[in-house]
């Protein structure tokens, strides 16, 4: 167990339908990333949180948005999917320093069907 | 554009054997690149970093290489382990204030028993 929480582990959806991941933080940590990773692809950044505030956007679609909280645990919303969303989506949390990198949450599978 | 480049989709091993797996990058403002490992239906791990002010970072079996000039570092492993087979990524990241970091596409190391 990372101490990263992701939710739900497995998610089956429509094509127009709307989604929500997500994610706890390991405790103490601020930061949260959230990655999207398409079969054969690399790990994409899509959107990076400080202590609730956005503070760097990836090659995140205006179809997707994402917040986080006070009690610091992020939600990833994706709407109107379309079937290439379908996907791993993964959430990493840090204390916002480079060393020792991100740790990382198991994933959030999306099947866009 | 791929900014981290991880030409070699797949690498196979004999055990005992040292394992090298290569990253390339193009943007000269990466200051500092990591190694993740990841199982399937697990999130990556932290592995290895290496800061641009080095160019070797070792940890037990694994070492990292940097060669700032050509752009390139590489992953050793020695000696290889059958636990040792995954997916590793490449990631680097710069000084721009948000430490989110852009990973390679990932090598598939099988080490053989």
């Known amino acids: 167990d990372s101490g990263v929480t992701q939710t739900p582990k497995h998610l089956i959806t429509a094509t127009g339908q709307r989604v929500t991941l997500r994610c706890s933080p390991r405790?103490?940590?601020?930061?949260v990333y959230w990655y999207q990773q398409s079969l054969d692809q690399g790990l994409q950044f899509l959107i990076h949180?400080?202590?609730?505030?956005?503070?760097a956007k990836g090659n995140i679609l205006e179809r997707f948005s994402a917040q986080q909280f006070p009690d610091l645990h992020s939600e990833l919303n994706l709407s109107s999917l379309e079937l290439g969303d379908s996907a791993l989506y993964f959430c990493?949390?840090?204390?916002?320093?480079?060393?020792?990198?991100?740790?990382f949450g198991s994933g959030t599978r999306l099947t866009v069907v | 554009d791929q900014q981290v480049k991880q030409n070699s989709p797949s690498l196979s091993v004999q055990e005992g054997r040292i394992s090298i797996l290569n990253c390339d990058y193009t943007?000269?403002?990466?200051?500092?690149f990591l190694w993740y490992k990841k199982y399937p239906a697990e999130g990556p791990t932290f592995l290895i970093s290496?800061?641009?002010?080095?160019d070797k970072n070792e940890d037990g079996r694994f070492t990292v290489f940097l060669n700032k000039s050509a752009k390139h570092l590489s992953l050793h492993i020695v000696p290889s382990q059958p636990g040792d087979s995954a997916v590793y990524f490449c990631?680097?990241?710069?000084?721009?204030?948000?430490?989110?970091?852009?990973f390679g596409t990932g090598t598939r190391l099988k080490v053989l028993a």
């Open positions: 990493a949390s840090s204390v916002s320093t480079r060393g020792g990198g991100y740790t």
């Open positions: 405790s103490g940590d601020l930061s």
């Open positions: 949180y400080y202590n609730g505030e956005e503070r």
């Open positions: 943007n000269s403002m990466f200051d500092y």
């Open positions: 290496i800061s641009s002010i080095k």
């Open positions: 990631a680097a990241t710069g000084s721009s204030g948000t430490y989110k970091y852009i």
